[in-house]
């Protein structure tokens, strides 16, 4: 079975500074997605970045970035010039290419954005 | 608002009575999942369906829950004879059927069994 984990409940970073969100997944399939996903307090869920896992590129979305590792089955979220929007919980999820493409959450990361 | 939809946003129950939550999805999103959150975690999946087919669920999902979806539209989820730990936030998310496509998900239930 597939496993994802976030190794860090809390993290928190200076307005305009760099933070990174650790994650890492387990699996046996060579095709996949690897998604970030934010969840502010109150609020729906929203996807921030995702990953192919064939593609070597790492994925960018403006502020948002990833470190894919695909042989280390590692998949960090940078975001750089952190805004007080930015604060929310963080989940790493994976989801493979076929079947029912459920998504396999880590547990959070909690991101604080200090003024 | 044509984003997923979820009612109730919030619903508290005593042990033991049934609650039933909605979820519309978006419209032309076929694929549409259930997940249960509980405080501090992730979401774990529940069940999935695509179209009016329920084709995968949990063994999260003991038999007192129940999940339909008629007609391939909304979707309903049963819980009968609620537990305390039942007390989660319940998500639903809906998806095109192919590619990387993101999955779109509702603002949740809130349940709280006291």
């Known amino acids: ?115 | 608002d044509t984003g997923v939809s979820q009612n109730p946003r919030h619903k508290i129950t005593k042990r033991g009575q049934n609650v039933t939550f909605r979820c519309d999805p978006i419209s032309e999103h076929n694929r549409l999942y259930w997940y249960r959150q509980t405080l501090g975690q992730g979401p774990e999946f529940l069940t999935y369906f695509q179209n009016e087919a329920q084709l995968e669920k949990s063994r999260l999902l003991s038999d007192r829950f129940s999940a339909e979806r008629p007609k391939g539209s909304f979707s309903t989820l049963e819980i009968q004879r609620t537990e305390q730990g039942d007390s989660a936030m319940y998500l639903c998310a809906s998806s095109l059927p192919q590619g990387p496509t993101e999955a779109f998900f509702g603002q949740g239930t809130r349940l709280t069994v006291v």
Do not use: H
Not at chain 1, 8 to 30: F, K, N, R
Not at chain 1, 98 to 114: E, P, S, Y
């Open chain 1, 1 to 115: 079975a597939q496993t994802v984990t976030q190794s860090q409940p809390e993290m928190s970073v200076q307005e305009a500074e760099t933070v990174t969100l650790s994650c890492t997944y387990d699996t046996s399939e060579s095709d996949y997605y690897l998604f970030w996903y934010k969840q502010p307090p109150s609020r729906q869920m929203i996807l921030v970045i995702r990953q192919e896992a064939y593609k070597q590129q790492n994925a960018t979305e403006n502020r948002f970035s990833v470190n894919f590792q695909k042989a280390a089955k590692s998949f960090s979220l940078k975001i750089s010039d952190s805004q007080l929007g930015d604060a929310a919980m963080y989940f790493c999820a994976y989801r493979p290419r076929g079947g029912a493409q459920k998504l396999v959450f880590g547990q959070g990361t909690r991101l604080t954005i200090n003024p």
